[in-house]
C-alpha cells in the first residue's frame, strides 16, 4: 500500500503540483462535465484584437501564456490579480521557459489596474475563481478558462510557483496546448470557419 500511496503522491506532484490542486482539479472536472463552465467557452471573437492572461502573481502562469501567445503571432498581455507590480518573473518559470523555447521578459509583474481591459480583449483566467473576480471587476468583458482549450479540458491550471521542475513542465505544457488552441479558435472564428 505504501508503494502505490508514493507512487500516487509522485504523480500528483508531477501532474498537479500538490494534493490540493488534484482534488479541486477532480471537483472542478466534474462541473465541467455538468456544464458549469459552458459560459466561458463563448466568446464574440470577432471582437478580440488581444488575450490577456490573468494569475495571481503575474510571475509564472500568465506571464508565460502570454509569451506563448506572442510567439504564436498574437497580441498578448497579461497581469495578476493579487501582483505586487514590483516582481520579475520568478526565476524557475524563466528556466521552465527556457526549457520550452521562450524567453520571460524581465519588466515587473503587472497588477489588475497596470493593464485597462478594453472592448478588444478577452481576458484569459488559469482557475475559475479568477475568471470570477474578473466578471465582478470587468462585467462586460469577455473571459475564458485557459486549461477548458485543452484536448482534456482542465478548468483549474494550478500555481508552479514554489513547485517541482517536473510540474513547471507540466504547467507550461498544458498553457501551450491551450494557448495554441485559443488562438486557432480565435483566427478561425475570426475567418467565420
Not at 501564456?65 to 498574437?74: D, N, P, Q, T
Request: hydrophobic residues 40%.
Amino acid at each position: 500500500m505504501t508503494g502505490v500511496l508514493t507512487v500516487w503522491s509522485r504523480d500528483v506532484s508531477e501532474q498537479h503540483g500538490r494534493k490540493q490542486a488534484w482534488f479541486r482539479h477532480q471537483a472542478t472536472s466534474w462541473l465541467h462535465r455538468l456544464g458549469l463552465y459552458s459560459d466561458l467557452q463563448s466568446f464574440d471573437a470577432s471582437r478580440v484584437l488581444r488575450l490577456v492572461f490573468v494569475c495571481a502573481g503575474n510571475v509564472c502562469r500568465s506571464r508565460y501564456a502570454e509569451a506563448r501567445a506572442r510567439a504564436l503571432g498574437m497580441e498578448a498581455g497579461s497581469f495578476g490579480l493579487s501582483a505586487d507590480g514590483s516582481s520579475p518573473p520568478d526565476a524557475a518559470a524563466v528556466v521552465a521557459a527556457r526549457r520550452r523555447g521562450l524567453e520571460l521578459s524581465p519588466r515587473a509583474s503587472r497588477r489588475a489596474r497596470d493593464v485597462r481591459p478594453t472592448a478588444g480583449d478577452l481576458l484569459v483566467a488559469m482557475e475559475p475563481h479568477q475568471a470570477r473576480a474578473l466578471r465582478r471587476a470587468h462585467p462586460r468583458a469577455q473571459v475564458t478558462l485557459l486549461g477548458l482549450w485543452c484536448r482534456s479540458p482542465r478548468p483549474v491550471l494550478a500555481d508552479p510557483y514554489g513547485l517541482s521542475d517536473a510540474y513547471f513542465d507540466t504547467c507550461f505544457g498544458v498553457i501551450d496546448e491551450a494557448v495554441a488552441a485559443l488562438v486557432q479558435t480565435v483566427e478561425r472564428r475570426r475567418a467565420g470557419v
